[in-house]
């Protein structure tokens, strides 16, 4: 999976490449097709947004589908770690859908006897 920032208008944490790669490369473990993510970081100068002004954008691309999670918070990696959660929440429903839940056990089975 290949990860790709976009900085607009912010100064990032030193770590925070660091924190985000490590999150997003834990998403293999569901079995979606993913390529590329894109993780866009956006401060807002405007004083008023105050607990909000760092706004963080993931989106992913690839042959699985296209999610996307948005979340805005008082810094960057809090606003990261807000998305995260809504981007693991679709990747995993998406999972769960494609998992096959055909529960046939041997009890169920039709027996088929040949003589």
Same mark, same amino acid.
């Given at each position: 999976?290949?990860?790709?920032?976009?900085?607009?208008? %912010? #100064?990032? !944490? $030193? +770590?925070?490449? $660091?924190?985000? @790669?490590? /999150?997003?490369?834990?998403?293999?473990?569901?079995?979606?097709?993913? +390529? *590329?993510? @894109?993780? &866009?970081?956006?401060? @807002?100068?405007?004083? *008023? =947004?105050?607990?909000?002004?760092?706004?963080?954008?993931?989106?992913?691309?690839?042959?699985?589908?296209?999610?996307? %999670? $948005? %979340? !805005?918070?008082?810094?960057?990696? !809090? %606003?990261? #770690?807000?998305?995260?959660?809504?981007? &693991?929440? =679709?990747?995993? /429903?998406?999972?769960?859908?494609? /998992?096959?839940?055909?529960?046939?056990?041997?009890?169920? /089975?039709?027996?088929?006897?040949?003589?």
């Amino acid at each position: 999976m290949k990860i790709v920032f976009h900085v607009r208008h %912010a #100064d990032l !944490a $030193e +770590d925070f490449k $660091e924190i985000a @790669e490590e /999150k997003l490369l834990s998403m293999d473990r569901f079995s979606v097709v993913i +390529d *590329r993510v @894109e993780v &866009e970081i956006m401060h @807002e100068a405007n004083p *008023r =947004q105050g607990k909000h002004s760092h706004r963080v954008a993931i989106t992913s691309h690839g042959s699985g589908p296209l999610m996307r %999670a $948005e %979340a !805005a918070e008082f810094n960057d990696v !809090a %606003a990261f #770690d807000g998305a995260i959660k809504n981007f &693991e929440l =679709q990747i995993r /429903k998406h999972h769960e859908r494609s /998992k096959s839940h055909n529960r046939e056990t041997l009890r169920h /089975k039709e027996v088929i006897v040949t003589d």
